[in-house]
């Protein structure tokens, strides 16, 4: 049914159920699983040289860490994995990512790293904006 799952992860608690899912979908479809770690620009702006670049290089850093994670989970499951890391906003890295990698279903947290009792505004534009069914956990 899925041939491949894309899974992008800002490290909150919801993108680590919405990957846990992926994980188990990809395990009962046979899928390889794609994950995405995207340095949000909105937020930090590419820096010159100035203390930003030091918290960008930790939010790399990070993302590095939760994609090996990741990997390792699929790598458990036998699964065929791929991760990228990258800068830009993140709905767009999603679905720009979905479409290179011609992912059969994203699957995202409902919430991201800020916590409002509503769907994050990261979710709501890859729900709305792009052509893949989206299921968030």
Known sequence: MYQRILVPTDGSAGAERAADYALDLAKR?????HALFVVD??????????????VIDDLEDW???LMNEMASKAEEHDLCFECKLCHGLPHQE???????????????????QSHTKHIGSVAD??????????LTV
Request: avoid cysteine; charge should be negative; proline fraction near 4%.
């Open 29 to 33: 479809y046979d899928s390889d699983l």
């Open 125 to 134: 534009r890859v729900v709305n904006q792009g052509d893949r069914p989206v």
């Open 41 to 54: 620009t909105s937020v930090y702006d590419e820096p010159a040289l100035s203390s930003t670049e030091l």
């Open 94 to 112: 999603i679905l720009s990512y979905a479409d290179a990698v011609d992912a059969d279903l994203i699957v995202m947290g409902y919430q991201g």
């Open 63 to 65: 993302g590095a860490d």
